[in-house]
């Protein structure tokens, strides 16, 4: 089965895998969100392809459902779960790990292949490619230092892969409660692969 948590604002709902970190989707309703996580499966599964995991889920189940807020509403999945809280064995950790790494590639691979203009919304609205890049590279390293890894603004590629690979380290590893840091290891993980993947989907909707 696929385990998915719910999390429900006052208009919209997420859909999150809780096995598969940044499997995310939103819709009106819970059923509308769960079909529209389940219809994404293929686009996730290049994301497990590249991370070298078998990705065949089953059918949704969902196991938990979180109260969300205007922040679930405008896009973003920000409730922790209380399973998020449950101790994360070093299997998980490794194989969460693995599917961010992927999830970078894929989006440093992405914004290669794609043209500085992208396609405008109905409304002209939608940041340019560089916009993106400027936002999921702050965002990131806000979102380390919820799990105590910090770095200063980057001046250069290098000190990107540096913060990179020490919030994999810390990711990586067996964790048990008590939590000590802003987010729990499980949610960080989530939430960091989630917003990567999102926005590779975002350029590649947008070419």
């Given at each position: 089965m696929t385990r998915v948590y719910l999390e429900t604002g006052p208009k919209k709902v997420f859909a999150c895998s809780?096995?598969?970190p940044g499997w995310c989707r939103i819709a009106k309703g819970e059923e509308a969100a769960i079909?529209?996580?389940?219809?994404y499966a293929p686009r996730y599964r290049v994301v497990a392809a590249r991370a070298g995991l078998?990705?065949?889920?089953?059918d949704p189940v969902v196991v938990a459902r979180v109260p969300g807020s205007d922040t679930t509403d405008f896009g973003v999945p920000y409730a922790v779960p209380d399973l998020d809280l449950e101790p994360v064995p070093a299997a998980e950790a490794a194989q969460g790990v693995a599917l961010l790494r992927a999830a970078w590639e894929l989006f440093?691979?992405?914004?290669?292949?794609?043209?500085?203009d992208l396609r405008k919304g109905p409304r002209g609205g939608g940041r340019d490619l560089s916009k993106i890049v400027d936002h999921v590279v702050g965002a990131e390293r806000a979102f380390?230092?919820?799990?105590?890894?910090?770095?200063?603004p980057y001046k250069s590629a290098a000190d990107r892969e540096a913060m990179r690979?020490?919030?994999?380290?810390?990711l990586s590893r067996a964790w048990e409660p008590p939590q000590t840091t802003g987010w729990p290891p499980r949610?960080?993980?989530?939430?960091?692969a989630w917003h990567v993947i999102d926005h590779i989907w975002e350029i590649e909707d947008r070419r």
């Open positions: 809780l096995d598969w079909d529209r996580l389940m219809d078998d990705f065949a889920p089953g440093d691979e992405t914004v290669a292949a794609s043209h500085e380390a230092r919820k799990v105590d890894v910090r770095h200063r690979a020490e919030l994999a380290g810390v949610y960080a993980l989530r939430r960091i």
